[in-house]
């Protein structure tokens, strides 16, 4: 039985892509290098963001406007809610949204059946000094006269929110309280058969650690710390979804069955008749597609779950992929949740984050970080058992203020005490290791807290270590050697118990060491390769290390822009928009994380040798020069891929599209302009130039399509064009038409369209260290200077961009690329390593060339030696997608506005350009009063109107129809925007009066 | 030569370039022809494939320069200008491929030709046009076994070189020219990859140019001089010293005697590295410098006109353009 049908993620396990060999990926016209990970609805890639959340199921004291206070999100697969436990006025309450009011917590240990308070006391501690703090809350309950469970119920029943919709079974109030306690407060704490023991010990827990807060500021938990969040991937938001659209359908379904049932009819009720499989299809694909997550059991709903993948480059689709969006609202003014977190290393790139309004929020991936999914619990209680826990329902409450005893908890689950804390989290790690429980659970001490934590939780971010044992790294030579060889791979280092994922809070559990040399007796783990704690785009920049920090994240936004190759299966692609460099090149200094994301293979940028040297003041401000021999020779030429479509319909009149073919003129026979670059068949042939304003599919639509056809009329039906057309000052060629169907299986008419650009003045360039600038200057190769062995540079640019930049990393990778080149190999710019400096300059010495990169140049305007040596070699440049083409806007004369008859605005429609406010100000304040005049009306909207002098109203034709007289109308102009006020307000019984003056 | 002390010179000095303070370069002499005359001096060292290599002695830089400018850019040459596309099946696009064409350096000597004006015909002239044509289609062999899998065995005409191109002689041109006289000078040059299936046929149309339109017109590799490097050993540089103060410079730059001196053997070729600096023990040791009005030319042709042809080529234009300099100036 066919119940629905899920949208399927792209290389996942189910995907027909999974498990391909490059050849056959190749066969399928896919590009093997393509990471997947997106899902393809309604023709569109969708990327479901990475939901960055604040972890459930976890306690977390914090001061929330000087009440101190501990929360906790419950989540289950039925309820979420947010439980807190606060002090007001030196008395703890427990809050609830379900709850009007505040309830004292003596009333819900009372509620939870523990009466007595000595038993109470017992759960929260028997020490004086909780004893001082404790003793208003119970003095509260005292006053309040709750001296039994029922008491408490009745008393939280009366405190009940009024529910909207009243349930069918009418329950009494203490009941529902009884039942709210059970299932939603709290409600990941289990509860059966009205046993709330475990509650009642969590709730005396959160007491305790409100009490503690208060005494010890520095017991605060931090919201931002990484190991109080989860992230959510795009399997558990389907699955939550599903779920959603699942439980709806059952709904449904048994909402009919109930009406139906008790009908008699004569064939049996068929439940399977009424399940309609397209409601999950539908929900999941709408969903996906417009990402819009609305859960309706948690109440959530959430906007921009999704994005479009962009394929801007290979790099910009791999950074979606990596990308964390915050659930915080980004229009808050607070730091904390912006700023780098201490907990963030190896884990989050550190410098991979957008600037501006959401800087801090959208975070990237680093290289090795893994996302956990959830494994079952179970199993890892069982071990706990066994490793010494015992159970804390068998123990009374005084164990709990024994200082050492630890309470063990799993996924923020009481699970019971230990003696001996130590010994259980060293079984545990033991076990772990060596693979009896899930690699991925973490198990972490917290001293100040006396509690020992294990996850198996799913969304925790964790990451592999190098196991260090006896100040000896685990991962030998040997086993290094293996892995060269293809004997070993990353999954045989995690079975053997080499290599172990540490989560964030096992991570800052352990000592380690960074480097093998730093390990000392506390060691317990090493760094597997430092620069893994970058991202996929700050991995692209040599030497990152060397620049200033903010290069790096402006890098990364640059990156994405970068354009060059964006699969192997590019030319099968028809986007809406696609850059692509004509010859792109593999940079000259690469780094590790280059060659593992593949950007070697589908760069995005070219080697321009640079010379760094001012040259006639076209570069001022970042503005670079180019040579012109150079782009005539192919530096940085692109090609713009766009595409138009259309399908041709049918209606329900029986009338439907038609494509023409093209017209002839009537004296001369030859096909028209417009319809030039038409085929036979009414859509243009591949190949073909198109012009600004010529058709490229000839399309007919019928006047009427929606009345029903009428009988017995002619077919002759009329008419009306509806051409594609081809906008655009360049012309573009045809690169390919495709006709194909959609999934109303209507005609599907796609035109790739393609442009060749050439750089020119105003293209924007970028290094690969946030060192934008624009094309200031093409220089013919005579005029650029040229050294002793006759290079001469493909770009200048000018040395005012380093002081302040202070990008030392761009100047270490012309020195590695001038060596490279030299030498016939590429060299390194990994992060926290690379190529030395030294070895660079070893080699530039043994080709002749000077050991600090500085050649001896000639001008080539003079011809003479210039005086100083100029620094020049190889860096590697990206073309940004932002290209005077594409910019460049003026207007003399051209399209107005309907309404108004004033210019038209914005470039695509070719509109004015605006003499605002301030520019009128200016003009005001010289004088230029006919300029303004000339500005404002005369090149604008001027319009002659006809003005009574008498009444002072707009008259028409010479008569005013208010005077009933033509003796004292004059003729002035004005703008017409202004005329057409006047008539709007005279529309609402205002009426403006025009006095005229002779001037 | 003229003695060394006589030589204007440029200091290479650590961090910068510094001119003699005796000498005041051009700013005070009057131009003389007879001294020009008596100065200039021209040696062609070397005339090999790889380039001409030839000493221009006793010029000012701004001479100099202009023969190295007009030899860049306003010597003209034979380059294909526009290409047909009557098919193109392969995946390269027919700008990238025309443009690709139009790089393709060819052999013909562009002086027997002349430029294309408003007048010349579509199609041009006999006498400014060459045309050529490009017919490649890949096929699969039908010979290959299963087991071959280089592209080579498989596929025939999966790489267009650009031996393919076939000249076409326009009206008379036949019994002047032959292939090889106008062909591309490299017959192993890669257009484009094909696969089974992918077809290119074209009509390239070359026309004479210069190099300051496009730099396929240009007819050098590169052509530019240098200055002749100078050194001076200041002191006695001995042993270690020595072998250190060798590798400082170029190959063959400093020699060493027998008694394990340095001495300076030959500056000429040195790459002015500037290397010395590095060792604050040689650096006072030796002087480095450039002599101020001997040039060092590298003329390197792309083939269709010899070097020296081209140096010719270059004086002509210079020529050419003084005489309708001075007749501009007599008619005013």
Not at chain 2, 151 to 179: A, R
Request: aromatic residues 8%; charged residues 25%.
């Amino acid at each position: 039985m066919l119940i629905g049908r899920m949208p399927l993620m792209l290389r996942s396990s189910n995907c027909v892509l999974s498990g391909k060999t490059e050849f056959e990926l190749s066969k399928l016209n896919e590009c093997p290098l393509d990471p997947g990970g997106y899902f393809v609805v309604r023709g569109q890639e969708k990327v479901i963001l990475i939901q960055e959340q604040l972890s459930w199921n976890k306690m977390l004291t914090e001061d929330f406007n000087g009440v101190v206070q501990c929360q906790v999100t419950s989540s289950t697969h039925e309820k979420k809610s947010r439980t807190l436990v606060l002090s007001k006025h030196g008395r703890y309450y427990l809050k609830h949204n379900s709850m009007t009011d505040d309830i004292p917590i003596v009333v819900i240990f009372k509620a939870l059946g523990i009466v007595s308070d000595q038993e109470i006391m017992s759960h929260i501690g028997v020490d004086p000094q909780s004893q001082n703090r404790f003793g208003a809350s119970l003095l509260e309950a005292f006053n309040l006269k709750i001296f039994t469970q029922q008491r408490a119920l009745d008393y939280m029943g009366s405190k009940l929110v009024v529910k909207r919709f009243q349930s069918a079974t009418t329950k009494t109030p203490p009941e529902e309280a009884r039942d709210l306690l059970m299932t939603t407060i709290l409600a990941h704490v289990p509860v059966d058969n009205f046993n709330f023991q475990m509650k009642a010990i969590y709730v005396a827990l959160m007491v305790r650690r409100v009490m503690a807060a208060e005494l010890d500021k520095t017991l605060f938990d931090d919201r931002d710390y990484y190991g109080n969040k989860r992230l959510e991937l795009a399997g558990s938001l389907i699955s939550l979804m599903f779920e959603d659209l699942f439980k709806r359908m059952n709904w449904e379904l048994k909402m009919i069955a109930d009406k139906n049932i008790p009908k008699v009819k004569a064939a049996q009720f068929d439940v399977v008749k009424h399940m309609r499989a397209a409601q999950i299809t539908a929900g999941l694909e709408s969903a996906i597609s417009s990402g819009n997550w609305t859960i309706k059991r948690f109440k959530m709903e959430r906007g921009g779950v999704t994005q479009v993948l962009s394929r801007l480059s290979y790099i910009s689709a791999l950074g979606m992929m990596t990308r964390v969006n915050s659930q915080f609202e980004k229009s808050r003014k607070v730091s904390g949740p912006r700023s780098l977190q201490p907990s963030q290393w190896g884990m989050l790139c550190p410098s991979d984050t957008p600037e501006g309004e959401a800087c801090g929020l959208v975070k990237n991936l680093a290289l090795m970080t893994h996302i956990t999914t959830e494994v079952d619990e179970h199993p890892v209680m069982i071990l706990a058992y066994n490793a010494g826990v015992e159970d804390i329902r068998e123990v009374s409450g005084n164990p709990i203020n024994n200082p050492h005893v630890f309470l063990v908890f799993i996924n923020g689950n009481v699970l019971g005490l230990t003696l001996n804390h130590k010994h259980l989290v060293k079984n545990m790690r033991y076990m772990r290791r060596k693979g009896r429980i899930g690699s991925f659970v973490s198990i972490h001490t917290s001293y100040s807290q006396r509690c020992v934590f294990v996850h198996t939780d799913g969304g925790r971010l964790c990451r592999p270590y190098i196991i260090v044992e006896k100040c000896r790294p685990l991962v030998k030579q040997h086993h290094l050697d293996e892995l060269q060889r293809g004997i070993r791979k990353f999954d045989d280092f995690l079975l053997d118990g080499l290599i172990e994922y540490l989560d964030v809070n096992e991570e800052n559990d352990s000592f380690i060491a960074c480097y093998e040399e730093n390990i000392n007796p506390t060691t317990t783990h090493l760094e597997i390769e430092p620069f893994t704690l970058l991202g996929v785009c700050a991995g692209l920049v040599p030497y990152p290390h060397h620049n200033q920090s903010p290069r790096n994240t402006y890098q990364c936004a640059m990156g994405k822009q970068a354009m060059g190759m964006i699969g192997y299966n590019q030319k099968n692609r028809i986007d809406s928009l696609m850059y692509n460099l004509v010859y792109p090149q593999a940079p000259m200094v690469k780094s590790k994380t280059i060659e593992l994301t593949n950007f070697d293979k589908v760069p995005a940028g070219q080697n321009a040798t640079v010379a760094v040297m001012s040259y006639s003041g076209y570069d001022i401000e970042d503005a670079l020069i180019l040579n012109k021999a150079s782009i005539d020779r192919g530096y940085g030429r692109c090609l713009v891929y766009k595409n138009s479509k259309c399908t041709v319909k049918r209606y329900a009149n029986q009338t439907f599209d038609r494509i023409m073919g093209p017209v002839k003129d009537a004296l001369t026979n030859k096909v028209i302009f417009k319809h030039d670059v038409l085929d036979t068949d009414g859509i243009v042939s591949p190949g073909e130039q198109v012009q600004n304003k010529q058709i490229m599919i000839n399309k007919e639509m019928p006047a009427v399509t929606s009345i029903n056809p009428l009988e017995g009329q002619s077919p002759q039906v009329p008419y009306t064009a509806v051409p594609i057309s081809y906008k655009g000052s360049e012309p573009s060629y045809v690169e390919r038409v495709m006709v194909s169907a959609n999934a109303e299986e209507d005609f599907l008419i796609k035109i790739l369209l393609r442009q060749t650009r050439i750089p020119e003045i105003g293209d924007k360039f970028s290094s690969r260290h946030g060192q934008k600038g624009v094309t200031g200057l093409i220089v013919d190769q005579e005029d650029m200077p040229f050294n002793d062995f006759g290079i001469c540079p493909d770009m200048i640019m000018n040395p005012h961009g380093f002081p302040s930049r202070m990008t030392v990393g761009k100047t270490l990778e012309l020195l590695g690329g001038k060596a490279g080149v030299l030498e016939g190999k590429f060299h390194y710019g990994t992060a926290f390593g690379g190529s030395k400096v030294q070895d660079i300059q070893a080699e530039l010495v043994r080709h002749g060339f000077n050991y600090m990169g500085k050649d001896f140049f000639y001008s080539g305007i003079t011809g003479a030696p210039l005086e100083a040596y100029i620094y020049s070699g190889p860096v590697y440049y990206q073309k940004l997608k932002h290209m005077v083409q594409d910019k460049m806007h003026a207007r003399a004369r051209g399209p107005k506005a309907v309404l108004t008859r004033q210019p038209t605005q914005g470039r695509s429609r070719e509109g004015g350009l605006r003499l605002g406010e301030m520019e009128r100000d200016c003009l005001i304040s010289y004088g230029a009063s006919m300029l303004i005049m000339e500005r404002l009306m005369i090149s604008s909207d001027a319009f002659e109107v006809d003005v009574c002098r008498i009444c002072g109203r707009l008259a028409y034709c010479s008569w005013c129809h208010f005077c009933q007289s033509s003796a004292h109308v004059s003729k002035i102009s004005m703008p017409y925007a202004c005329k057409l006020l006047f008539q709007e307000l005279t529309s609402m019984n205002v009426v403006p009066k025009l006095i005229l003056e002779d001037y | 030569m003229p003695k060394t002390s006589q030589q204007p010179l440029l200091y290479m000095e650590e961090y910068r370039v510094k001119q003699d303070p005796q000498d005041y370069g051009l700013a005070d002499e009057v131009f003389n022809i007879d001294i020009f005359k008596q100065k200039l001096k021209v040696t062609i060292v070397r005339n090999d494939e790889e380039g001409l290599e030839f000493d221009l002695i006793g010029v000012y830089p701004a001479i100099a320069n202009a023969f190295r400018r007009l030899m860049l850019s306003e010597v003209p040459s034979m380059a294909i200008e526009k290409v047909y596309i009557y098919n193109n099946t392969s995946i390269i696009q027919d700008e990238v491929l025309a443009h690709r064409m139009g790089l393709l350096p060819l052999k013909a000597d562009p002086r027997l030709f002349t430029y294309r004006t408003e007048e010349s015909p579509e199609n041009g002239t006999e006498q400014d046009t060459l045309e050529y044509e490009l017919k490649v289609k890949c096929t699969r062999r039908k010979d290959a076994s299963k087991d071959q899998s280089t592209f080579d065995e498989i596929y025939k005409n999966h790489k267009v070189f650009s031996g393919h191109l076939k000249w076409l002689p326009k009206g008379k041109q036949g019994q002047i020219y032959t292939e090889s006289s106008v062909g591309c000078i490299h017959e192993d040059i890669l257009i484009a990859q094909l696969r089974p299936g992918h077809e290119m046929d074209l009509r390239l149309i070359a026309v004479k140019g210069l190099g300051k339109d496009h730099a396929k017109f240009s007819p050098v590799a590169t052509a530019y001089y240098r200055l002749l490097p100078l050194i001076k050993l200041n002191r006695e540089v001995s042993g270690k010293d020595a072998y250190l103060l060798q590798s400082c410079f170029s190959p063959g730059v400093i020699g060493i005697d027998e008694n394990e001196n340095a001495y300076v053997k030959d500056a000429r070729y040195d790459s002015g590295s500037r290397n010395v600096y590095r060792y604050s023990h040689l650096a006072d040791a030796v002087t480095l410098a450039r002599v101020r009005d001997h040039y060092i030319f590298t003329v390197e042709s792309v083939g269709a006109l010899k070097p020296e042809v081209i140096f010719i080529e270059a004086v002509k234009v210079l020529k050419k353009k003084c005489r309708s300099f001075i007749d501009e100036i007599e008619a005013e």
